[in-house]
T-cell receptor
Framework: LAKTTQPISMDSYEGQEVNITCSHN???????ITWYQQFPSQGPRFIIQ???TKVTNEVASLFIPADRKSSTLSLPRVSLSDTAVYYC?????????????FGSGTQLTVLP | NAGVTQTPKFQVLKTGQSMTLQCAQD?????MSWYRQDPGMGLRLIHY???????DQGEVPNGYNVSRSTTEDFPLRLLSAAPSQTSVYFC??????????????FGSGTRLTVV
């Protein structure tokens, strides 16, 4: 399984764009990059998933360079309610739960 | 509302007691999993299932049993509780073919304390 490295914590202010980078140097050909968000006392929530280039949905964008050794989750105009832990996962989405390995995540704190 | 339901939300056990954490989903998902989360750490996989009658061990299976007799239910059994099993437990499910769009759906968790 590809190991991921993310910053332990980040601070931002309301209204700013936040970019969280994840390194995954040994990503495999069949692996996708998936991001989850977790609020205190709740289970993680799926945010976005991608394989290469750029993916965008209603809450975030995911940028993946050509070599796929890193990825960046972009949250536009964050609010206080975006304060959460963000997990970057790398694995084959067609595989079993063994492919879903959570690291320690990035604690994002949005300040007023 | 459709989703993953975990019961109970909170539980205190004495060392050596046994109990079952319940997990049910109404989305007809084939894949179901159990995780534990300890303070300041990510989630660690305990057991998982790819369909009724099929289960397998994850990263930290010792002290836990699972069974999957129906698609909807995936209970986690603690055989003889130990203080090291104090944790927050999450159940998750996903459709076998739709993971690329929606990922896993997680329950709200069971906070277990073993004294």
């Amino acid at each position: 399984l590809a190991k991921t490295t993310q910053p332990i914590s980040m601070d931002s202010y309301e209204g700013q764009e936040v970019n969280i980078t994840c390194s995954h140097n040994n990503i495999a050909t069949n692996d996708y990059i998936t991001w989850y968000q977790q609020f205190p006392s709740q289970g993680p929530r799926f945010i976005i998933q991608g394989y290469k280039t750029k993916v965008t949905n209603e809450v975030a964008s995911l940028f993946i360079p050509a070599d796929r050794k890193s990825s960046t989750l972009s949250l536009p105009r964050v609010s206080l309610s975006d304060t959460a832990v963000y997990y970057c996962l790398v694995g084959d989405p067609s595989g079993s739960a063994r492919q879903l390995t959570f690291g320690s995540g990035t604690q994002l704190t949005v300040l007023p | 509302n459709a989703g993953v339901t975990q019961t109970p939300k909170f539980q205190v056990l004495k060392t050596g007691q046994s109990m079952t954490l319940q997990c049910a989903q109404d989305m007809n998902h084939e894949y179901m999993s159990w995780y534990r989360q300890d303070p300041g750490m990510g989630l660690r996989l305990i057991h998982y299932s790819v369909g009724a009658g099929i289960t397998d061990q994850g990263e930290v299976p010792n002290g836990y049993n699972v069974s999957r007799s129906t698609t909807e239910d995936f209970p986690l059994r603690l055989l003889s509780a130990a203080p090291s099993q104090t944790s927050v437990y999450f159940c998750a499910s996903r459709d076998r073919t739709e993971q690329r769009r929606y990922g896993y759906t997680f329950g709200s968790g069971t906070r277990l304390t073993v004294v």
